[in-house]
């Protein structure tokens, strides 16, 4: 699903004590049923963009779903719109999975009258974590809470779905399943997905288009294998990197080794 109203962002300035993390950044428009992730070295201030889109962090600039101000909106129409996965997943306590969901759901009134136990489960079987659900949050495994805390994100089925590192706990199976679940809701459901990853590869596996960020700006975005170059990964990380498609048309990057001049 390409078509619909797309989210673009512009002039975007996020203040953070007497630091301006981000400073002018515009985001390219990012389409229903496309995932667009953020990379970027640690400190880019990807967490930062993602929670500003989730009206997380103080924001100056607009963002715009369609015609729509998203940063205008009452709280309330922004968290309808909007599924936010945060970086640091909580243990949640005494709660089961399906506690915590159905928890994530009622937060947000949305005017759906079905049972929000049933839209629960719904939402836990498409991640294919039905069985998790009588289990307690804190005793979950990082990876698991993390597929928790994805349905808790995703159970309203919101048209704006922002993830902050949904796979680092993960196992690579799991962080396969995880982003192959996450690029199929999206198709299938005319989401638009912002997701902030550390794995170059996973990146180029999955998103349709990526932002590589540097310093609280875009250094470049648009389709991978246009931001995912050599000289880019050189100038964002200090590696020095080929990037290379494999038999089965996929791009890996290799990295061979650190830049002498970087830092
Ligand atoms: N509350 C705060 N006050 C001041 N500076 C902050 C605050 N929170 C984050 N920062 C700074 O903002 C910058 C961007 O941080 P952010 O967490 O957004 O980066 P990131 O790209 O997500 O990094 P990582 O990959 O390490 O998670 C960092 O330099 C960080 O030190």
């Known amino acids: 699903m390409s078509g619909g109203e797309a989210l673009r962002a512009e002039g975007l300035r996020v203040r953070l004590g007497r630091r301006m993390v981000i400073d002018g950044l515009d985001l390219p428009e990012m389409r229903p049923g496309e995932v667009t992730a953020l990379i970027g070295p640690n400190g880019a201030g990807k967490s930062t963009l993602i929670r500003a889109l989730a009206r997380l962090a ?9 015609d729509l101000d998203l940063l205008q909106q009452s709280a309330a129409a922004h968290a309808r719109l909007t599924g936010y996965m945060p ?5 949640g306590a005494a709660l089961t999975v399906l506690e915590a969901v159905v928890t994530a759901l009622r937060a947000v009134p949305d005017g759906d009258r079905s049972d929000p136990v049933m839209r ?18 804190d005793r979950l495994s990082g990876g698991q809470r993390q597929m928790a805390s994805l349905a808790q994100a ?3 089925g919101p048209r704006i779905l922002l993830l902050d590192e ?14 192959q679940a996450v690029q199929a809701l999206v198709r299938e459901s005319g989401i638009i997905a912002v997701v902030v990853l550390h794995d170059l590869e996973l990146s180029l596996r999955w998103a349709d ?13 648009g389709a991978p294998e246009d931001v995912v170059t050599p000289e880019a990964l050189g100038q964002a990380y200090g590696i020095d990197a080929r990037i290379e498609r494999c038999s089965r048309g996929l791009l890996h990057v290799h990295a061979d080794g650190v830049l002498a001049r970087h830092g």
């Open 58 to 66: 103080p924001c100056e600039g607009r963002v715009f779903l369609g």
């Open 154 to 156: 995703m159970v309203r």
């Open 209 to 221: 288009r990526i932002v590589l960020m540097q310093a609280g700006a875009a250094l470049a975005s």
């Open 166 to 179: 949904p796979t680092s706990a993960l196992d690579p199976g799991r962080q396969f399943e995880v982003m």
């Open 120 to 137: 629960a489960h719904a939402a836990l079987e498409r991640l294919g974590i039905a069985g998790l659900a009588q289990s307690r949050l």
């Open 87 to 91: 970086q640091a997943v909580q243990s």
